[in-house]
C-alpha cells in the first residue's frame, strides 16, 4: 500500500477546499445539525474522548463578520488512521471545517455535572474561503425541540435577550442540548409564545463570551469561565406542541417599558390604516 506523503495531501487539500461549501449547503437539507466555519487555529492540540471513542482537540478562532472581534469554537476530530492530515494540525494552522455542533454531558472530580458543547468535525481542509463580503466565518443549522422554557431579560444597554435550550437528534439517534440565544423583539415572541416540545428550524453562528463566575465561599477565588452558545439569525417554529397554551406576560419589574410583540404589529397595522 503506498504511504501518503506531505506533497500527495497538499494536492488532495486543494482539490477538496473548493468544494467543502457545496457539501455542507447538501447536508443541511439532509441532517438535523450541520456547521460550517472557517479560522485559525489558536491552541495546543489535546485529547479528547467521549466513551471509547478518541479525539483530537482544539480551538478554533473565527473572526465575527463586520465585526472586529471573534468567537473560539472548540472542534474535536476522530482518531483514525485514514485521517492521515491530522498530523499535519498545529498551532496557527488555517482550517475550513464542515461538521456538527454537537454536547457531551460529563462529570467532573467534584462530582459537578456539566454541558460541554463543540464542533464535531466530518471534513476539513487547510486553508479558508472565508470573506467578510460574502458570509461569516462560522454558519450553524440546527432542527430540533425546545427542552427549557425561555427565559427573558433586557441588557444594560436595552437589548432584549431570550434564551433556551434546544435537543437535536445526532446520527446516533441520541438528544445533543444546544443553548440558544434570540435578540430583538423575536427574543420576545420566543419568550411569550414559544414552549418545551414545539419544534424548531434555526440558522445562526456559534458565538463564545468570557464570563466570572464568582466563588461561594469568601475565602475562595472566583474564575473565569466561556460560555458557548448559537447566536440564531433565523428562526422557523415547524410544529407547535399545544397551541392552546396561553402565552407568558412579561414581568413589570424590567428597568424599561416593553412592548409585547403583537402590540406593536397592531400599532403599526392601525397607523397604516390611518395613513389611508
Excluded at 6 to 14: H, I, K, S, V
Excluded at 47 to 68: P, Q, T
Excluded at 146 to 166: D, W
Aim: aromatic share 12%; with cysteine; glycine share 6%.
Amino acid at each position: 500500500m503506498k504511504k501518503t506523503n506531505a506533497t500527495d495531501l497538499l494536492a488532495l487539500n486543494q482539490a477538496y477546499l473548493g468544494r467543502v461549501s457545496d457539501k455542507f449547503g447538501t447536508e443541511i437539507r439532509k441532517k438535523n445539525s450541520r456547521m460550517f466555519c472557517c479560522g485559525k487555529v489558536c491552541s495546543e492540540i489535546a485529547d479528547y474522548a467521549i466513551g471509547d471513542v478518541h479525539y483530537y482537540k482544539f480551538m478554533l478562532e473565527c473572526d465575527r463578520n463586520n465585526n472586529n472581534t471573534s468567537d473560539v469554537i472548540p472542534v474535536i476530530i476522530e482518531k483514525t488512521k485514514e485521517n492521515a492530515a491530522c498530523n499535519f494540525l498545529k498551532f496557527g494552522k488555517e482550517l475550513t471545517i464542515i461538521g456538527s455542533f454537537r454536547s457531551n454531558n460529563f462529570t467532573d472530580h467534584s462530582g459537578k455535572r456539566h454541558l460541554d458543547v463543540f464542533l464535531q468535525a466530518t471534513d476539513f481542509a487547510f486553508g479558508s474561503i472565508y470573506s467578510e463580503a460574502d458570509f461569516d466565518s462560522n454558519i450553524v443549522v440546527l432542527k430540533g425541540y425546545i427542552c427549557t422554557e425561555p427565559t427573558f431579560k433586557v441588557t444594560q444597554s436595552k437589548r432584549y435577550i431570550s434564551e433556551f435550550r434546544i435537543a437535536v437528534s445526532n446520527e446516533n439517534g441520541e438528544p445533543d442540548y444546544i443553548p440558544v440565544i434570540v435578540w430583538g423583539t423575536k427574543a420576545v415572541e420566543v419568550y411569550q409564545k414559544y414552549n418545551v416540545g414545539d419544534k424548531l428550524s434555526l440558522v445562526g453562528r456559534v458565538q463564545s463570551r468570557r464570563y466570572y463566575k464568582k466563588a461561594q465561599q469568601e475565602e475562595d477565588k472566583g474564575e473565569s469561565l466561556i460560555a458557548y452558545e448559537v447566536s440564531s439569525r433565523y428562526m422557523r417554529r415547524t410544529y407547535v406542541k399545544d397551541p392552546d397554551k396561553p402565552r407568558r406576560e412579561l414581568k413589570s419589574n424590567h428597568p424599561f417599558p416593553v412592548r409585547p410583540i403583537d402590540f406593536l404589529v397592531q400599532q403599526c397595522s392601525l397607523a397604516t390604516v390611518g395613513a389611508r
